[in-house]
């Protein structure tokens, strides 16, 4: 009697317990993306969801060709974003950015965002599980200065 009694106190107590720990990632950023295969994107923002468990930025970048490839880069929760001040108001529709991350390892135009960069120079963070996405320092190990893909005409005005 008194070891069913104890077993009845110590299974809800057990469970409470490993509830109350954090949980770890629902998924692994290595499983996901491929850190030897930094993008840098020059791109425009189509569309931008901050939902939760990973904010999507939705993007299209034009080829000098003239074809257009629409990239979608995982952020963070809106809340890290958020932290790092990005907004709907921060980045609406329309907006040029330089985005650089790694390639997902599924899929060709889709990666993890590191930061994000505006033609007048501000950067954003992406937060999130990619490396350098929450600190200081978010560079992947690509040049600062991808090949320009972008249809340069029509900035010479």
């Not at 109350?20 to 996901?32: I, K, L, R, S, W």
């Not at 958020?82 to 330089?98: D, S, W, Y």
């Not at 007048?120 to 990619?130: P, T, V």
Request: net charge neutral.
């Amino acid at each position: 009697m008194r070891l069913a009694l104890a077993m009845a106190m110590v299974v809800p107590a057990v469970g409470l317990f490993l509830t109350a720990m954090p949980a770890q990632a629902h998924h692994a950023f290595a499983a996901t993306f491929d850190t030897q295969k930094p993008v840098v994107v020059h791109c425009t923002i189509t569309k931008v969801e901050l939902i939760n468990p990973h904010s999507w930025f939705w993007c299209d970048e034009k080829a000098t060709d003239g074809t257009v490839v629409n990239w979608g880069f995982e952020g963070g929760s809106p809340n890290s974003l958020i932290r790092h001040g990005v907004t709907k108001a921060t980045i609406p529709t329309g907006t040029e950015l330089v985005i650089q991350g790694y390639q997902s390892k599924a899929f060709e135009h889709k990666g993890v965002g590191v930061n994000m960069t505006f033609p007048d120079g501000r950067k954003f963070l992406f937060g999130g599980s990619a490396p350098g996405a929450e600190s200081e320092v978010a560079t992947p190990t690509k040049d600062e200065v991808a090949p320009v893909t972008k249809d340069d005409s029509s900035s010479k005005k």
